[in-house]
């Protein structure tokens, strides 16, 4: 499997937090992973917090219910996919999230393939 890769962080560093998730909507729509309920649901609300019709304190406050649920979760692909899901909304707030989406993604891609130890 080929990992998945975004920006680096020193890259993020030159770019505001609506470029950032500008670039993480259109890299994870071509993702394979985007296919996932949750993927998509975490950049729905990455278009609404573009489009003004939600909030830092609202994304934050959906951030911490996903990783709650992903507390909850016995599988470990779908505990992954979770932590992923809310890292994403959690870059509306921090724009440096991304990163941690991002590998979190690829633990479940890996975990999908039965790789996690690569």
Request: net charge positive; with cysteine.
């Amino acid at each position: 499997m080929d990992k998945l890769t975004f920006l680096l962080p020193e890259e993020i560093s030159l770019l505001t937090k609506d470029e950032v998730i500008h670039r993480l909507i259109r890299f994870l729509s071509m993702s394979p992973c985007c296919l996932d309920e949750g993927i998509k649901d975490a950049l729905k609300i990455l278009v609404n917090y573009l489009e003004e019709n939600i909030t830092v304190f609202h994304a934050r406050k959906r951030a911490f219910q996903i990783h709650q649920e992903a507390r909850e979760e016995t599988d470990p692909y779908k505990k992954m996919i979770k932590r992923a899901c809310g890292h994403i909304v959690s870059t509306i707030h921090v724009k440096t999230h991304a990163l941690r989406a991002i590998d979190y993604l690829n633990k479940a891609l890996r975990l999908k393939e039965g790789n996690l130890h690569d």
